[in-house]
């Protein structure tokens, strides 16, 4: 997992050209309130999932993972917790589904790093990075916010 502001995101990962046009995306969006959403950027090789929602409070977080996709999460505005942990300490609780790429467990709180995120950051979340994004670093507040899904 890296987290980071988007003006500094260029050095820190590898920039293939999938994520090359993530980050463009982002860069491009920046600050812009666009409808929520799914938004196609390279057909299923990157595409991104405008959301707004109101963060949650929770004392046991409920813990994903992807095989097929990296997510970049970045924050327009607002600001949320991501909890993260190494996939292999999460105990699951619903399996892999190909078609949603997605799973899904748990892991005791202790064993989560907390990473607080405001708007212009971002978080770049590997296949291996259990997380659990939408959490709430105080109480519950509204974000608006963009998920790059970037093929692996």
């Known amino acids: 997992m890296i987290a980071t502001d988007l003006e500094h995101i260029t050095g820190q990962i590898a920039m293939t050209p999938a994520m090359q046009k993530a980050i463009d995306f982002l860069r491009q969006n920046r600050g812009r309130q666009l409808p929520a959403g799914k938004v196609e950027i390279d057909g299923k090789h990157v595409v991104a999932s405008v ?4 963060t949650i409070v929770t004392e046991v977080p409920r813990m994903e993972a992807h095989r097929k996709y990296i997510d970049v999460q970045f924050i327009v505005s607002g600001e949320e917790v991501i909890a ?9 609780t619903q399996t892999y589904d190909e078609t949603k790429d997605n799973c899904f467990g748990t892991v005791p709180l202790k064993e989560v790093t907390l990473v607080h995120l405001s708007a212009g950051q ?7 990075d259990g997380h659990a994004p939408k959490l709430a670093a ?3 507040t509204p974000v608006n916010k963009i998920v790059v899904k970037v093929a692996v």
Do not use: C
């Open 51 to 54: 959301q707004a929602y109101d």
């Open 84 to 92: 993260w942990t190494p996939l292999e300490r999460l105990t699951i």
């Open 122 to 128: 971002l978080a770049v979340l590997y296949p291996e």
């Open 138 to 140: 105080v109480k519950s």
